[in-house]
């Protein structure tokens, strides 16, 4: 440490909150090590579901692995892709049909994980495609298969509930100042 300069040590940590957003209550929470991955946080909440139960998760739970464990668990999902999460989300990013169901196959590199997990190595899905009040597309991968029953119009009330979560963080952060 120089002359004039403070050593600070801040204490760090990983939280993660399973969280209903129609009655803005958590359901449960978790606190591990900062390099926790949000993976495995994720799969810790699951006890606290139950079959049939609906999962809003963001573009970090975009992975195979995920949805193989979620639609194992028999939880339904609804999760944010990124540009880079799967073929099926770049095409409808890029343009494509608003809705297209797929077999997602497991990468190779995570087979052999897959199966000591009792994982499977493909999984049905649907992606659609949401287009927000400001334009902005978003696609969304989900369990929720039958296309007359769940339209693109529910995806985008869907996703706009994920938004309870966020104000939640929100409180934590900086009203609290737990960042």
Same mark, same amino acid.
């Given at each position: 440490?120089?002359a /004039?300069?403070?050593?600070?040590?801040?204490?760090?940590?990983?939280?993660?909150?399973?969280?209903?957003?129609?009655?803005?209550? =958590?359901l449960?929470?978790?606190?591990?090590?900062?390099?926790?991955?949000?993976?495995?946080?994720?799969?810790?909440?699951?006890?606290?579901?139950a079959?049939?139960?609906?999962?809003?998760?963001?573009?970090?739970?975009a992975?195979?692995?995920?949805?193989?464990?979620?639609?194992?668990?028999?939880?339904?999902?609804?999760?944010?892709?990124?540009?880079?999460?799967?073929? =099926?989300?770049?095409?409808?990013?890029? /343009?494509?049909?608003?809705?297209?169901?797929?077999?997602?196959?497991?990468?190779?590199?995570?087979?052999?994980?897959?199966?000591?997990?009792?994982?499977?190595?493909?999984?049905?899905?649907?992606?659609?495609?949401?287009?927000?009040?400001?334009?902005?597309?978003?696609?969304?991968?989900?369990?929720?298969?039958?296309?007359?029953?769940?339209?693109?119009?529910?995806?985008?009330?869907?996703?706009?509930?994920?938004?309870?979560?966020?104000?939640?963080?929100?409180r934590?952060?900086?009203?609290?100042?737990?960042?």
């Amino acid at each position: 440490v120089k002359a /004039g300069e403070t050593l600070r040590r801040l204490p760090m940590a990983q939280a993660s909150v399973l969280y209903d957003v129609l009655n803005g209550v =958590a359901l449960d929470s978790l606190l591990a090590p900062a390099k926790t991955f949000e993976g495995h946080l994720l799969l810790q909440h699951l006890p606290h579901t139950a079959e049939g139960d609906l999962l809003l998760l963001d573009r970090n739970y975009a992975a195979y692995r995920h949805v193989a464990a979620l639609t194992q668990a028999q939880r339904h999902l609804v999760i944010r892709c990124s540009h880079h999460s799967f073929a =099926a989300a770049r095409r409808l990013f890029q /343009g494509g049909p608003d809705s297209l169901t797929v077999t997602l196959s497991a990468p190779q590199k995570q087979r052999a994980a897959l199966l000591k997990q009792g994982l499977p190595l493909e999984v049905k899905v649907r992606f659609v495609r949401v287009i927000l009040s400001s334009g902005e597309v978003e696609v969304l991968v989900t369990s929720l298969l039958e296309e007359s029953t769940y339209t693109p119009l529910d995806f985008k009330i869907l996703y706009n509930l994920r938004w309870g979560v966020e104000t939640f963080y929100d409180r934590l952060k900086n009203h609290l100042t737990l960042e």
